[in-house]
Structures are given as structure tokens and as C-alpha cells.
């Protein structure tokens, strides 16, 4: 069982930045595919990006290139979403995803792709 726990989420002007943390344990995490996924009000669960297993390849939603990094730490089990110039339609609870995957350089972009998901966490971009 991987379990996975978010955080970093707030409140936060427009043009801010927020870094969200998503700690995993219970598998490896080095050979799990890890994505962030969103939900924002009264819209439907949504992509954001992933990184491989080692962490050498990333992928982006088109609405958040060039704004979000996401890295991860295989010596601290940890991927994080760094977000900068935030809007308010970034607004939405944010969610980590994991996969095990044999292929180093695989990602996955549907939700309905990760089998472990923590419980979210929320980001509120003010205008």
C-alpha cells in the first residue's frame, strides 16, 4: 500500500508563489511515475504535471508550463509542485498521484492512470 500525504497549500495573492510537498511511503518511490492533478470548484479533476521515476524527464499542462516546476527527492520519498505567478484560476485542491512503473522515463497524464492518490490540498489565489 503507498500511502501519500500533501501539503504547502494556502492562500495566496496573484503573481505569488506557493511550493506544495507530497511525502509518500508504504513503496518505493523510486519506482513510482508521481503526478499532480487539480480540482478546481464545480470543475473536474484535471492534469497538472509528472516526473519520471528518476526524475529526468517532467510534463506540463499547458495552462502551468512555465510557471510550475515539479521535482522530486528519492532520498526523502518526497515530489513537490513548485507554482509561481499564480492566477486566480489556479484556485483549486491539489492533488499527488503515484504509479509503479517499470519504464524509467514513462508519465501519465489521465487520472484513472494512478492507483495511489493522497487527500488533497488546497490552493486559493486572490485577485
Known amino acids: 500500500q503507498v500511502q501519500l500525504a500533501e501539503s504547502g497549500g494556502g492562500l495566496v495573492q496573484a503573481g505569488g508563489s506557493l511550493r506544495l510537498s507530497c511525502a509518500v511511503s508504504g513503496r518505493t518511490f523510486s519506482g513510482c511515475t508521481m503526478g499532480w492533478f487539480r480540482q478546481g470548484p464545480g470543475k473536474e479533476r484535471e492534469f497538472v504535471s509528472a516526473?519520471?521515476?528518476?526524475?529526468?524527464?517532467?510534463y506540463y499542462s499547458d495552462s502551468v508550463k512555465g510557471r510550475f516546476a515539479i521535482s522530486r527527492d528519492n532520498a526523502r520519498n518526497t515530489v513537490y509542485l513548485q507554482m509561481n505567478s499564480l492566477k486566480p484560476e489556479d484556485t483549486a485542491v491539489y492533488y499527488c498521484?503515484?504509479?509503479?512503473?517499470?519504464?524509467?522515463?514513462?508519465?501519465?497524464?489521465?487520472?484513472?492512470?494512478?492507483?495511489?492518490w493522497g487527500q488533497g490540498t488546497q490552493v486559493t489565489v486572490s485577485s
Open positions: 516526473i519520471s521515476r528518476s526524475g529526468g524527464m517532467t
Open positions: 498521484a503515484a504509479r509503479e512503473t517499470a519504464v524509467s522515463g514513462a508519465y501519465f497524464s489521465t487520472s484513472r492512470s494512478y492507483g495511489y
